[in-house]
Antibody
Framework: QVQLVQSGAEVKKPGASVKVSCKAS????????MHWVRQAPGQGLEWMGI????????SYAQKLQGRVTMTKDTSTSTVYMELSSLRSEDTAVYYC???????????????WGQGTLVTVSS | DIVMTQSPDSLAVSLGERATINCKSS????????????LAWYQQNPGQPPKLLIY???TRESGVPDRFSGSGSGTDFTLTISSLQAEDVAVYYC?????????FGQGTKLEIK
């Protein structure tokens, strides 16, 4: 069965960086685009970006450009999301989510990781 | 960016009654080449990730009860729960995946009256 298992909660100081992992299993890793979505406490869902686990190409939300980097490790079927220059507004639960159909980014998200809480506090 | 606006922000419905949530996009999410609306609906319970209910505006995801249905085209969409069950209490989000950034509505909180 498809599973996306994320790394554990993090507490970071303002200005630091955080790297969240998402390990995929139960399907062909390189065939399905992966998205990252975040949710601030008590707030809605915000799309952060997408990575093609095959070639590694990425597309990021404009507001995060320059601070976010998404990468992949095909050998471990893991995607990573690194966010730098953290500020208090980055406190949120971060989710990875798989595009529902292979080889295309323009699909709804069918499987989600369990979420990783990142807290930014001095 | 395409702005997604849901209404209402919250909704209280009696058990067994119909619940209707609306979603409006700031531009059409209907792709002419395949005649598909790039619109999805998700359900989120507290402390859980969202769950995909509907994609292509009206296609139910496998395993989703048939009391959930989606309709609409272009810029105006509706999620309907035909007979509300206690387990349907949640926050519901619409999302467009027509163009990046793949934006979500602000969410609609559904409660039991």
């Amino acid at each position: 069965q498809v599973q996306l298992v994320q790394s554990g909660a993090e507490v970071k100081k303002p200005g630091a960086s955080v790297k969240v992992s998402c390990k995929a299993s139960g399907y062909t890793f390189t065939s399905y685009y992966m998205h990252w979505v975040r949710q601030a406490p008590g707030q809605g869902l915000e799309w952060m970006g997408i990575i093609n686990p095959s070639g590694g190409s990425t597309s990021y939300a404009q507001k995060l450009q320059g601070r976010v980097t998404m990468t992949k490790d095909t050998s471990t079927s893991t995607v990573y999301m690194e966010l730098s220059s953290l500020r208090s507004e980055d406190t949120a639960v971060y989710y990875c989510a798989r595009a529902r159909s292979p080889y295309s980014s323009s699909w709804a998200f069918d499987y989600w990781g369990q979420g990783t809480l990142v807290t930014v506090s001095s | 960016d395409i702005v997604m606006t849901q209404s209402p922000d919250s909704l209280a419905v009696s058990l067994g009654e119909r619940a209707t949530i609306n979603c409006k996009s700031s531009q059409s999410v209907l792709y002419n080449s395949d005649n598909k609306n790039y619109l999805a609906w998700y359900q989120q319970n507290p402390g859980q990730p969202p769950k995909l209910l509907i994609y292509w505006a009206s296609t139910r995801e496998s395993g989703v009860p048939d009391r959930f249905s989606g309709s609409g085209s272009g810029t105006d969409f509706t999620l309907t729960i035909s007979s509300l069950q206690a387990e349907d209490v949640a926050v519901y989000y619409c999302q467009q995946y027509y163009s990046t950034p793949y934006t979500f509505g602000q969410g609609t909180k559904l409660e039991i009256k």
